[in-house]
């Protein structure tokens, strides 16, 4: 004979505990009241309320899942504190190359506290405080010393003008053009001075090389006759 607990046996008139199922970081999570879970981080001091997604609600034998009466259910959570999870490690090999990597990685998390979970609008106002008290001081403290940024920045505009008007003025795209323009004048006037010089040069050598031919006396040319030639 198998023994049967009491306990175990459900009763039919009781009344089944509401849960829902919520929607953060791209996670969906089973809740109850009370009940404390860890989600991926959220932009949230500690002690603050946030509101959740709620995808599902199940209230005894009563079911919701239309997204109409989803956006009226509201899920509370408190923050209770910011951390860490626990070591991932990840490990890399390739064989007979040599390669090998080890590295550890810590999930940032945030460990959140389940309040209320209603169906109507009696819930209570989710307050969501992101910003905490010292980071409120350093933003007066930065509003205060903006004021120096805007006189630093005057005084680095005067000394750019200054500088600018330090600089020679620069030459402009026209004068430039006209620059070139001249030198290339003055080159080519040059090559054509060059080229007249040569043919003057070749005219007087060839005028000499004239000249000594026409001083050579020509030479006579005395033709032997058969009788001399018997003589010599």
Do not use: C
């Not at 043919?199 to 060839?206: I, L, N, P, S, W």
């Amino acid at each position: 004979m198998i023994p049967v607990w009491v306990e175990d046996i459900p009763v039919a008139n009781e009344r089944l505990q509401m849960y829902a199922i919520v929607k953060t970081g791209g996670k969906q999570y089973k809740v109850a009241e009370s009940d404390v879970i860890d989600v991926e981080k959220l932009a949230a001091e500690p002690d603050s309320t946030i509101e959740l997604e709620v995808v599902f609600i199940a209230d005894g034998s009563k079911v919701i899942t239309d997204a109409d009466a989803l956006q009226k259910a509201k899920v509370i959570a408190t923050v209770v504190e910011q951390f860490k999870g626990d070591k991932q490690i990840i490990f890399k090999f390739k064989k007979r190359k040599g390669y090998k990597r080890l590295r550890g990685h810590r999930q940032n998390l945030t460990k959140l506290k389940i309040d209320s979970i209603s169906l109507g609008d009696k819930a209570p106002k989710a307050t969501k405080k992101t910003y905490s008290k010292k980071v409120a001081e350093d933003e007066e403290a930065t509003a205060e010393k903006k004021p120096a940024r805007k006189n630093a920045a005057k005084k680095d505009e005067v000394d750019a003008e200054a500088i600018v008007e330090e600089k020679p003025a620069r030459r402009t795209r026209a004068k430039k053009v006209e620059a070139e323009a001249e030198t290339v004048a003055a080159a080519e006037d040059k090559t054509e001075a060059v080229t007249k010089a040569e043919v003057e040069a070749k005219a007087e050598t060839e005028a000499e090389a004239e000249a000594i031919v026409e001083e050579k006396p020509k030479r006579k040319t005395i033709r032997k006759t058969p009788e001399d030639k018997k003589e010599e």
